[in-house]
Structure formats: C-alpha cells, structure tokens
C-alpha cells in the first residue's frame, strides 16, 4: 500500500502556508487559482487508492490554512465558514484516485502471437 509520507506532507503544508501568508494583499481569486494549481500537482503525484484518506486531511489542512490567511486580512473579518465554502466549491478542487490499481495498469493483452520477444 502506497501511502504519503508524514514528513513531505508536513513540509508542503508548511511550505504553503507560508505562502498563503506572504500572499494575502494578492486578489482571491487568484490566490484560489494558485491554490488550484498547487492541489492538482500535489493529488497528480500522490492520488493511488491506497492514499484517498491522506490527500483528503492534506485538503482540508489546506483549507483550513486559506481561511486563516484570509481572516489575517483585516482586523474586522468577514471570512465566515459559509463564505469559505462557497471559495473551496468554486477553487478547490475534490479529492479523487488519478492512478488505477497496478492490476489494471500494467494488464496488457495481447492478440496472438506478441510483436514484444
């Protein structure tokens, strides 16, 4: 079973707050794009099966960590959990296995005899 190791998560979740934080004078939407774009690598490297649980409390942290930078904003924030959702619906995008089970990647059928020797 392939699973994320707690270290590389713990040093991307680090690493990504410690952008969200220099990056909140930036527009929201394209914070979210960003944010976009950084999960989509991330679930591209390590969405197997085996790993569903892990990328999602890697997704909630990352939300979690973009609600904070954003009530960081003001002194009177506006940032309730219900607007933060309406942002994590339109930005964020859901957790879901990318990579098929090895059974059915590596089965290759071949029709008689095989042009591999």
Excluded: D
Aim: charged letters at 30%.
């Amino acid at each position: 079973m392939r699973r994320t190791s707690k270290k590389r998560m713990a040093k991307k979740l680090k690493e990504v707050r410690r952008a969200l934080m220099k990056a909140r004078h930036i527009p929201v939407p394209a914070q979210g794009a960003w944010l976009c774009k950084v999960l989509q690598g991330y679930f591209g490297y390590y969405a197997v099966w085996t790993n569903l649980r892990l990328l999602r409390s890697f997704r909630t942290q990352v939300i979690r960590a973009w609600a904070h930078a954003l009530r960081r904003r003001s002194q009177r924030h506006r940032m309730s959990w219900g607007r933060m959702g309406r942002l994590v619906t339109r930005w964020i995008p859901p957790v879901r296995a990318l990579h098929p089970w090895p059974e059915k990647r590596f089965a290759a059928i071949t029709r008689g005899r095989s042009p591999v020797r």
